[in-house]
């Protein structure tokens, strides 16, 4: 039985991972939580498991990090802790390096002097490409950042492979192309596209007035995977023989439109656009009522235009490949948001106990 700590357990990936990990392995997980007053567990509520241990650790907190290496002598340390939205990074961009590249570095030294055979993945981002070069893109791909965020996950991977290259540490860099599901943050684009559709269903089938939602660039391109297939394939690389840097990927990739598109028709919904010259002036239509419209707000400063991953090479070292399509993954959140609407329970609040591990 080995000892993982995965950090951002109440986010998507981490959620997913504990869960993967709790139903595929015997090993006992701590999945950090930072101290706060108000909790925020409603990713990992449901979870019954007594293999999985919550422990107070500020990825921010040198000291914290030490602190806690130390006490649990962990085999695994899975990073899925970060400051993890694109567009937040330009307020907030020495938080966005603190939280995506200092705690990466805390870590590598902490497994360095204390527990230097413990194997650690840092959750690298197709944002390191940003402006790209060519398409698909591949590992090979240079470095070509857009935004405080992915410059920060940019030298996050140069900091793994030196500590892996300086200290012969098992540690890994592996650059993730968008992934989503039910899991995932209402800020971001697919889970907003979902959650407003399924309200908007609810509204429409209830003939109340529909309430339109705001986009932004409806037409930068993505390529989207679904974050359960992911963490399949992160708990494969930390255990293959050697070290390395991977690129996962679903290899399609499509619009912030098409994926509301295929929002609308798993909610059943009949849409058309309307639009001018002027993309801003687009507006989605629904029964001759606007459901949609795009707001200035919502642009970025630079934006990513078209993201695109090849991931043939990891596909073939792990022999793995992803379950869900992009047409399943769109439907999974739809349906799951309306899911969400007709059992919301406003009381509900089921809060874990926190161990004390020091
Ligand atoms: O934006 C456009 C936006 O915020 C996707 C993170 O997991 O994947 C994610 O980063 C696209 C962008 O994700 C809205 O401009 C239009 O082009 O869902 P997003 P992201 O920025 O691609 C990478 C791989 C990560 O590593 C990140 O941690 O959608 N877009 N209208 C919008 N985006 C948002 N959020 N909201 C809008 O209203």
Same mark, same amino acid.
């Given at each position: 039985?080995?000892?993982?700590?995965?950090?951002?357990?109440?986010?998507?990936?981490?959620?997913?991972?504990?869960? =993967?990990?709790?139903?595929?392995?015997?090993?006992?997980?701590?999945?950090? $939580?930072?101290?706060?007053?108000?909790?925020?567990?409603?990713?990992?509520?449901?979870?019954?498991?007594?293999?999985?241990?919550?422990?107070?650790?500020?990825?921010?907190?040198?000291?914290?990090?030490? /602190?806690?290496?130390?006490?649990?002598?962990?085999?695994?340390?899975?990073?899925?802790?970060?400051?993890?939205?694109?567009?937040?990074?330009?307020?907030?961009?020495?938080?966005?390096?603190?939280?995506?590249?200092?705690? $990466?570095?805390?870590?590598?030294?902490?497994?360095?002097?204390?527990?230097?055979?413990?194997?650690?993945?840092?959750?690298?981002?197709?944002?390191?490409?940003?402006?790209? +070069?060519?398409?698909?893109?591949?590992?090979?791909?240079?470095?070509?950042?857009?935004?405080?965020?992915?410059?920060?996950?940019?030298?996050?991977?140069?900091? $793994?492979?030196? =500590?892996?290259?300086?200290?012969?540490?098992?540690?890994?860099?592996?650059?993730?192309? /968008?992934?989503?599901?039910?899991?995932?943050?209402? +800020?971001?684009?697919?889970?907003?596209?979902?959650?407003?559709?399924?309200?908007?269903?609810?509204?429409?089938? /209830?003939?109340?007035?529909?309430?339109?939602?705001?986009?932004?660039?409806?037409?930068?391109?993505?390529?989207?995977?679904?974050?359960?297939?992911? $963490?399949?394939?992160?708990?494969?690389?930390?255990?293959?023989?050697?070290?390395?840097?991977?690129?996962?990927?679903? /290899?399609?990739?499509?619009?912030? *439109? +098409?994926?509301?598109?295929?929002?609308?028709?798993?909610?059943?919904?009949?849409?058309?656009?309307?639009?001018?010259?002027?993309?801003?002036?687009?507006?989605?239509?629904?029964?001759?009522?606007?459901?949609?419209?795009?707001?200035?707000?919502?642009?970025?400063?630079?934006?990513?235009?078209?993201?695109?991953?090849?991931?043939?090479?990891?596909?073939?070292?792990?022999?793995?490949?992803?379950?869900?399509?992009?047409?399943?993954?769109?439907?999974?959140?739809?349906?799951?948001?309306? *899911?969400?609407?007709?059992?919301?329970?406003?009381?509900?609040?089921?809060?874990?106990?926190?161990?004390?591990?020091?």
């Amino acid at each position: 039985m080995k000892k993982i700590i995965i950090t951002g357990v109440t986010g998507q990936d981490g959620s997913n991972m504990v869960r =993967y990990l709790l139903n595929n392995t015997e090993h006992i997980i701590y999945g950090t $939580v930072r101290r706060l007053s108000v909790t925020n567990h409603e990713n990992i509520k449901d979870i019954k498991d007594e293999r999985f241990k919550l422990i107070n650790l500020d990825i921010t907190d040198q000291q914290s990090i030490i /602190n806690n290496v130390k006490s649990i002598m962990p085999d695994y340390i899975i990073n899925f802790a970060a400051q993890s939205f694109v567009g937040e990074s330009w307020n907030t961009p020495i938080q966005t390096f603190t939280t995506n590249t200092l705690s $990466v570095m805390y870590f590598l030294e902490s497994i360095k002097e204390y527990c230097p055979t413990c194997r650690f993945y840092s959750a690298g981002s197709s944002e390191e490409f940003g402006d790209v +070069e060519y398409v698909p893109q591949d590992i090979k791909h240079p470095c070509r950042p857009r935004s405080p965020y992915g410059a920060s996950k940019c030298s996050a991977r140069h900091l $793994v492979k030196v =500590y892996r290259e300086s200290y012969n540490l098992f540690a890994i860099h592996c650059i993730l192309f /968008n992934h989503e599901g039910i899991r995932r943050g209402k +800020e971001f684009v697919t889970r907003k596209i979902t959650s407003n559709i399924a309200r908007i269903k609810k509204e429409i089938d /209830n003939g109340e007035k529909v309430t339109p939602f705001e986009l932004g660039n409806i037409y930068a391109k993505r390529d989207w995977s679904d974050s359960e297939d992911f $963490v399949e394939a992160v708990w494969l690389m930390l255990n293959m023989k050697e070290p390395r840097e991977y690129v996962l990927s679903s /290899n399609e990739t499509h619009t912030v *439109k +098409e994926f509301v598109e295929l929002s609308c028709q798993s909610a059943g919904l009949k849409y058309q656009w309307f639009e001018t010259i002027n993309e801003l002036d687009t507006k989605l239509i629904v029964n001759g009522e606007v459901i949609m419209k795009i707001s200035k707000k919502f642009y970025r400063p630079a934006e990513v235009d078209l993201l695109y991953g090849d991931s043939t090479e990891t596909r073939q070292i792990l022999n793995w490949k992803p379950k869900v399509s992009f047409k399943d993954l769109v439907y999974k959140m739809v349906m799951n948001d309306i *899911k969400l609407l007709d059992n919301y329970n406003p009381n509900d609040n089921n809060l874990y106990n926190i161990e004390n591990t020091l």
